[in-house]
Each structure stands twice: as C-alpha cells, then as structure tokens.
T-cell receptor, first 114, second 113 residues
Framework: DAGVTQSPTHLIKTRGQHVTLRCSPI?????VSWYQQVLGQGPQFIFQ???????GRGNFPDRFSARQFPNYSSELNVNALLLGDSALYLC?????????????FGPGTRLTVL | DQQVKQNSPSLSVQEGRISILNCDYT??????FLWYKKYPAEGPTFLIS?????DKNEDGRFTVFLNKSAKHLSLHIVPSQPGDSAVYFC????????????FGTGTRLQVML
C-alpha cells in the first residue's frame, strides 16, 4: 500500500520566486495537513484541508496558500520566497477531520531558498 | 511562545535499559497528546497517544504517562533497542478542532549496544 507521497523531494529556489509543493494522501484519506519543519525545530502547522475545504490555518503569512483537489491530493503554494522559508515541508493525511490519531506523514519536500 | 517543550535535545541509553523522554506543555486546552518517531529522510511516524481522561496508555514496549496537574507527559521505552534510535517528537492537540498538531522540538535518542 502506498503511503503519503510528496513531490518534489528537493527544491532550490531564489528569493522572490514562488514554489508549489504537491502531496498525495493515502488512498481513502480525505484530510490533508501541511507542516513546516525548520532545522532544529519541531513541525509547525500551516494548513489543514478536509473535503476540499480549509479547516484550519496556522500562524503563517498570506504568502502561504493551499488547496485540495477532488481526488484529495493537495498543493501548497508559497509566494515571494524568503530565506527563512527554507525548511522541510511535510504533508500528513488522515481518514477524517479532527481525528487525533492516525495522521500519516509523507517524507517531506526539502526547500532551500538562496 | 513554545506551547510544547522538550527540554532534553538528546538522550543516550544502553540497549536493554529504559528510555524516558519528557515533554511539558503550557496550553491547558490541549486534551490529546501524541508521540512521533522520526528517522532521517523520513516523515514522522505515529507511536502512541493518550487522551487527557487517562493517565497512562501502554502499547508493547511503549508507555505514555500523563500528569495533567503538572502539564507533563513522558514516554517510556522498555527495553530499549538499537532500532529505537531516532528523534522523538511530542505533540498536542485540542479535540474537536481541526487536525492541528503542536509539536515540541524533539529529543534525539541514541540506544547504544
């Protein structure tokens, strides 16, 4: 069974550019969450989408946006990249919204902003 | 402000002994707590969780203890095995909200032969 998949694995961008990260949840999972993990820190919640609707948003600027598609895959977009956006971006899927257990994480996308 | 804190960045334990990882939280609205394990180049993997209505949950070698009055939880691994060497994250959430997990900064556990 395929787990949560994310693409690309690694990405290098320059300041001011924008980036799109992609996530495919486990089959049957309808909830997708995005997290940012800066080096030396724990993952920090960015967004949660369930049934194509935003159900939660963390303390991130409007440069960060996301969406969920009818097949429950998701994209995270970041505009006007800053050096501080360099991080590992993790996607997690779960069966239903608000479920405290069973969030399954993908391997992440490593974004480097130069 | 760090609502979930793991004050020990690293821990070394001998194989076969007990590993105890600690976590403190400040937000009294948190009522569900989880532990995740993370290997390099992989995403975090769910280990065990506990609801605030309990003070202990056990799953095989892993036991989580919750002390609500102290806003403290701990993960016990007995016996520790070399394959347990990883970074362990404590996470907390409020039930009834979106699946928003608040993570600690992690503790790197090394189990030595």
């Amino acid at each position: 069974d395929a787990g949560v998949t994310q693409s690309p694995t690694h990405l290098i961008k320059t300041r001011g550019q924008h980036v799109t990260l992609r996530c495919s949840p486990i089959s049957g999972h309808k909830s997708v969450s995005w997290y940012q993990q800066v080096l030396g820190q724990g993952p920090q919640f960015i967004f949660q989408y369930y049934e194509k609707e935003e159900r939660g948003r963390g303390n991130f600027p409007d440069r960060f946006s996301a969406r969920q598609f009818p097949n429950y895959s998701s994209e995270l977009n970041v505009n006007a990249l800053l050096l501080g956006d360099s991080a590992l971006y993790l996607c997690a899927s779960s069966l239903v919204s608000g479920l405290e257990v069973g969030q399954f994480f993908g391997p992440g996308t490593r974004l480097t902003v130069l | 402000d760090q609502q979930v804190k793991q004050n020990s960045p690293s821990l070394s334990v001998q194989e076969g002994r007990i590993s105890i990882l600690n976590c403190d939280y400040t937000n009294s609205m948190f009522d569900y707590f989880l532990w995740y394990k993370k290997y390099p180049a992989e995403g975090p993997t769910f280990l065990i969780s506990i609801s605030s209505i309990k003070d202990k949950n056990e799953d095989g070698r892993f036991t989580v203890f919750l002390n609500k009055s102290a806003k403290h939880l701990s993960l016990h691994i007995v016996p520790s095995q070399p394959g347990d060497s990883a970074v362990y994250f404590c996470a907390a959430t409020e039930s009834g909200t979106a699946s928003k997990l608040t993570f600690g900064t992690g503790t790197r556990l090394q189990v030595m032969l």
